[in-house]
């Protein structure tokens, strides 16, 4: 807001314009909307870096700086990252190559196996998406169109009521004497089939964005249809399954229900479960929690601050069509 | 990367050569899409109609037993259905009012492109990448009894709670709602806030998407004959992009009524059963009273909704597109 103030050349005009003072309040107000929505996250932040005692305080501080003189002396801060440390729980080992291990299970169950989750249901989500989006977008063949119209109404069923089928069909599933099964094939395959219908939209609208003729051009010049597609269409489509990555890797990292009724052991289990079992554990350690939430959710928060272009193509292209 | 493999194109099969239907039938694109369909149908579609079927059944400790309508039947004549049907109503119009109108005049401010737009814009959307299990954790956080930051705030008697316990705690109800047919618990009030706070950014990319295609011209040429902001926006712009904040309406109540991660990490249902939603209801007939059967007709009931949602947001769209 200062250096908005300063922009003015006096000599140009004695009363500030009209366009000025409108970008100065539009501005004004902007920041003390992001201020406010911040105040959220910037309290859980604050929160676990907190010692227990300031956090069971009454009435609450907001930052832990005050003394018995003075409410807020920047040099008595008590920050700590007793937290962070409570939810990891390093314990020292002298076999590990990093001289610790960390046996919180939030780090070494819950995490690995979200990202085991979230990485295979997106690339299988990719590769089924970006064929069928293909084979959309540049063929035209019988019942296309009502193919096309019944993978948009199957992004109308929702998860929440397909659950209790789901549910009965892994109690069969886990009976039927399958060579190699485990409740990860089935929760995978569950995401996969739930965040699939969108990204066949989205990747097909990616596709329709590339021009055939480069296509045609690359033949015409001797390129083999397989170089046509591996050396033009490859790389040009490659931003728009990026975006179809991302989301669908950010939407099952979020996802919560399905993973906690359709897996039968704890320990296979996403972070999100996680989170929500820790809640029940620590009903007053709130540095914990808020530690856990910070370790938690900061990965997607910095993969949308990376890739945060990639992400709002998507949710357009997905909002227009969904 | 992982394409070439199975997608060779072939070339006459492309758009642009002549119509398929004077050529042999091309195999490839039904083998593209082969996996796509088979994962839908195990996923989708199957157990979308095995849910129909357990609705009309009961699990007796001999199996599943047919009862017709019954599941039906008990569930329209519980209580708790009707309570928690009067909960989701009274969640849906608070959220969806509430962020519609926040996100309208957040894209408002937007549109008037700053330098720093792009600041603001990754601000924002913070909350919208965080999942509802966080949001509820972290709202809780907020208000935990006693401890909480704004715990007093909205304990203050004149406020939310008029006994001066915590919203996740109290009962009773806010003094301001009166006599109001079915009054919110302060629980569902906070839960309505949580809410909007973390979908406010998707409303508001969306309505400033829309804001972006109107014509500088049209505001202009309304403001040489003398309208004045307020009237531009009335008489302009709400008109003019109207069609999306339809599609938002619907889509943000599609997602506050299929959405339940919220309630599990902020209230639990609780304080009682006064934030139990349908969505919540479901989990807890199914899989705290194991009730599978009712569960599926309840079900039956939200995905009817959902239907008539998305078949009204169709409809609005396809006008949409045939008037533009």
């Known amino acids: 807001m200062t250096d908005l103030s300063q922009t003015p050349p006096l000599e140009q005009s004695y009363m500030p314009s009209r366009k000025l003072i409108d970008s100065l309040l539009t501005n004004a107000a902007l920041i003390i909307i992001c201020i406010v929505a911040m105040i959220p996250v910037a309290t859980t932040v604050l929160i676990s870096f907190k010692r227990e ?4 305080r009454k009435p609450p501080v ?3 700086c005050d003394t018995a003189t003075s409410s807020f002396d920047i040099t008595a801060c008590r920050w700590s990252i007793e937290g962070y440390e409570r939810v990891i729980l390093p314990t020292r080992s002298a076999e590990s190559a990093f001289g610790i291990v960390l046996r919180g299970r939030m780090l070494n169950t819950y995490l690995p196996n979200t990202i085991i989750y979230a990485t295979s249901t997106a690339l299988f989500v990719v590769l089924l998406a970006s064929m069928a989006g293909y084979a959309f977008s540049r063929y035209r063949f019988p019942g296309r169109d ?9 992004t109308g069923i929702p998860l929440l009521t397909n659950l209790l089928a789901l549910y009965q069909m892994g109690i069969t599933v886990r009976k039927l004497p399958l060579p190699v099964y485990s409740d990860r094939f089935f929760i995978v395959t569950v995401y996969i089939g739930f965040f699939l219908p969108l990204s066949v939209w989205i990747a097909k609208g990616f596709f329709d964005a590339i021009p055939l003729e480069l296509e045609e051009a690359a033949k015409i010049d001797g390129c083999s249809p397989i170089g046509a597609l591996t050396r033009i269409i490859m790389p040009l489509a490659i931003p728009g399954m990026m975006a179809v990555f991302l989301l669908t890797f950010v939407s099952v990292w979020n996802e919560f229900i399905a993973g906690y009724l359709l897996i ?6 996403p972070v999100m479960f996680g989170m929500y079992d820790f809640l029940g554990q620590n009903i007053i350690n709130a540095q914990l929690i808020a530690a856990a939430c910070v370790i938690i959710a900061l990965p997607m ?4 601050l990376v890739s945060r272009r990639s992400f709002f193509q998507a949710m357009v292209e997905g909002a227009i069509k969904g | 990367m992982e394409q070439p493999a199975t997608a060779p194109p072939q070339v006459g099969a492309l758009v642009g050569s002549e119509p398929y239907s004077r050529r042999r039938v091309d195999f490839l694109p039904f083998l593209l899409i082969l996996p796509t369909v088979i994962v839908l149908l195990a996923i989708q579609v199957y157990p979308a109609f095995y849910t129909v079927v357990l609705s009309f059944k009961e699990r007796k400790p001999a199996g599943w037993e047919f009862v017709g309508l019954r599941n039906f039947q008990k569930l329209l004549n519980s209580s708790a259905f009707w309570e928690s049907a009067g909960h989701t109503i009274i969640f849906l119009v608070g959220f969806v009012g509430l962020t519609l109108i926040l996100g309208f005049f957040i894209a408002l401010l937007l549109n008037r492109k700053t330098k720093l737009s792009g600041l603001y814009i990754t601000v924002l959307f913070i909350p919208w990448i965080l999942a ?9 956080l907020l208000v935990l009894p006693d ?3 704004f715990s007093a705030f909205l304990q203050s008697p004149s406020f939310l709670a008029p006994n001066g316990l915590s919203v996740l705690t109290t009962d009773a109800l806010p003094p301001w709602f009166g006599n109001f047919p079915f009054p919110p618990s302060p629980a569902l009030v906070y839960l309505i806030l949580a809410s909007s706070w973390r979908a406010l950014p998707f409303v508001t990319l969306l309505l400033l998407a829309a804001l972006q295609t109107i014509s500088t011209e049209v505001l202009e040429s309304s403001r040489i004959d003398g309208a004045n902001t307020l009237q531009t926006i009335t008489h302009i712009t709400i008109p003019l992009i109207l069609p999306t904040m339809v599609v938002a309406l619907f889509s943000l109540t599609l997602s506050g009524m299929n959405g339940v991660g919220m309630v599990f990490s902020l209230t639990r249902g609780g304080p009682g059963t006064s934030t139990e939603v349908l969505s919540y209801l479901l989990y807890s007939i199914g899989w705290v ?3 599978f059967g009712r569960a599926a007709a309840l079900a039956m009931i939200i995905a009817a909704v959902n239907l008539l949602l998305i078949s009204s947001t169709l409809r609005v769209t396809r006008t949409q597109k045939a008037g533009a």
């Open chain 1, 146 to 154: 009502a193919l096309m119209i019944a993978i948009l109404a199957i």
């Open chain 1, 301 to 304: 928060v910095l993969v949308f």
């Open chain 2, 289 to 291: 009273r194991l009730d």
């Open chain 2, 147 to 149: 401890y909480g930051l």
């Open chain 1, 264 to 269: 039968s052991k704890n320990e296979l289990k």
């Open chain 2, 132 to 140: 509802d299990i966080i949001v509820g954790v972290v709202f809780r």
């Open chain 1, 53 to 56: 005692e300031d956090v069971t």
């Open chain 1, 62 to 64: 907001i930052f832990p």
